[in-house]
């Protein structure tokens, strides 16, 4: 029988499928004896089995006793891996008895590896490492009670042969410390970024000054050749660290033309897919933990010719600066619009968000200044913005007219909605002489002989008396008739919430102008746009109103520039653009920033008073 530890009672039951629960493994050990709790261990957030569990019996024999007989049952289709608890955590990591076994057959499983190394002392834990799918990964760990049963162990069963295969035994070495021996005394150099047209044969002879090489191989095409990336392995640790030394970060003139013209020559100790896997792993961890504290910007609308030392000139005035990166294409190098600047403080940060967000000078654009956000925020925003699966902008909820709304109703009247309290029903107050009215012209043409032009001015939207009008020579559209419905012959029309035949609808008479029309709810507070009223209308919309409202501004003061200027002042954020038109004197400063950028580049400035 297995040496029991001192008042032992308790053990680690491993292995187990994810169907297992506590009441499985009561079935299966309430055999031995009597059973004080069971507890499978569970995430905490899913609630799924982590694959082990612990089993507390009353007395220590009964223990003892299920560890030898029902080690490696089959429970749920998977075999059970049982042991002695350890609540000593500095037991399972000082790894004192634990030896480290390799080049293992398949056939040999956790079972078989016990039976093996069971007869040279007491088995504090025994496992095979399987792969994803279950099959054997060809190593495996031996724990053993005492440090003299691990030596022993490896003594006699290092080199010999295991289901017909010579197996490695050896002491358990972390993988801190396996990796300072490797860096202490690697042979295999690993070579990138090397010339298309290298041969194996050149490779070796320009790697033979550094030393005796044991083998070497470069990869290639198809075609046979180079795909830019070979292996070197010498037969002393001098002679590699020497290669690296001298070729690491060399150009082609320097390497003997081994490597790229347009890249450094890489050089570094060969290192195993896993291995490159942790340190990625580590070093994404601690970039995280560095850039936490600090507060990064996202900037865009940046010229071509402006690189990383324009971008920290521009913003170092506010605070201290981590870094600055301008992106660019990793093909041409020409810069991709946009970069990022890292601040230490966040009261530096929000300082440049509110000073730079739309700044002209910087770039011929206004650029635009926020905190910079990961993918995965920006795609939850612009899915909460955006309807799933469709591109079209999703505005807030808001209640709708009913469907049995007076088709005369009066313009300029807010119909009456059980969701608008304030509204009263039609018949009441009909004609309001008091009730503001915009203009006719909500697009209007700057004054005859100024010689500005409104780009946003369609004559085709407004007639007189705020009608809708049609240059002459051209169909109306359906849509557009005078009396507002489509003249599709196989159309009904709903009317108090009823559908009619078209015979009814030829009788219906025609709605009554009562004066020039009036904007939808909530569109304008008398003659100001809001900004409830730029969400609720679409993208394009939002442009052309903010624009023919810039344009009328602006052309009072510049009428020849007035297109120029409203349509760089449409670059910035809509939010933005809404508070110029509310405040006078910064529109003024940010006219007479687009007017100093254009004064710096004279061929806009001649195309925009030719246009």
Known sequence: MANRLPNHTSLYVGDLSPEVTEAVLFEEFKAVGPIMSIRVCRDASSHRSLGYAYVNFQNATDAERCLETLNFTNIKGKPCRIMWSQRDPGLRRSNRGNIFIKSLHPAIDNKALYDTFSAFGNILSCKVVTNSTGESAGYGFVHFETEEAANNAIAKVNGMLLNSKQVYVGQFVHRTNRQAEKKESFTNVYLKHLAPTLTKAELDAAMAKFGA????????????????????????????????????????????????????????????????????????????????????????????????????????????????????????????????????????????????????????????????????????????????????????????????????QPFGQQPYSPYNPQAQPAQQNRYSPSAPRPPANPFPQPPA??????????????????????????????????????????????????????????????PVSRGPLQAAPHALEGDKLTAAALHLMAPDQQKNTLGERLFSAIAEQHPELAAKITGMLLEMDN?????????????????????????????????????
């Open 213 to 408: 090489i044991k083998s070497s191989m470069l990869a290639t095409t198809e075609t046979g050749a180079s795909r830019g990336f070979a292996f070197i392995n010498f037969e002393e640790h001098a002679a590699a660290l020497k290669a690296i030394e001298e070729l690491h970060d060399t150009n082609s003139e320097q390497n003997g033309g081994i490597g790229l013209p347009t890249k450094p020559l890489y050089a570094a100790r060969h290192q195993k897919k896993a291995e490159r896997q942790h340190l990625r792993e580590q070093w994404a961890k601690e970039r995280r933990s560095r850039y936490s504290k600090y507060v990064n910007l996202y900037i865009k609308n940046l010229d071509e010719n402006i690189d990383d030392a324009k971008l920290r000139e521009a913003f170092e005035s506010f605070g201290v600066i981590i870094s600055a990166k301008v992106m660019r294409d990793s093909t041409t190098g020409v810069s991709k619009g946009f970069g990022f600047v890292s601040f230490r403080e966040p009261e530096e940060a929000n300082k440049a968000v509110a000073q730079m967000n739309g700044k002209i000078g910087i770039s011929a654009k206004p650029i635009y200044v926020c905190q910079a956000q990961k993918r995965e925020e920006r795609r939850a925003q612009l899915l909460q913005r955006f309807g799933a699966g469709s591109g079209s902008f999703v505005p807030p909820t808001q209640p709708s007219f009913p469907m049995n709304m007076p088709m005369n």
């Open 449 to 510: 002989g100024s010689g500005a032009r409104n780009p946003y001015y369609n004559p085709t939207q407004v007639g007189r008396n705020g009608l809708t009008r049609q240059p002459a020579g051209r169909p109306m559209a359906p849509s557009m008739q005078p009396n507002g419905f489509n003249a599709a012959p196989n159309m009904g029309l709903a009317m108090n919430g009823q559908y009619m035949k078209p015979q009814q609808q030829m009788q219906m008479p025609k």
């Open 575 to 611: 939010l933005e653009i809404l508070r110029l038109l509310d405040n006078s004197a910064q529109l003024n400063g940010k006219v007479q920033e687009a007017l100093d950028v254009l004064q710096r580049h004279p061929d806009e400035l001649k195309m925009a008073r030719v246009g």
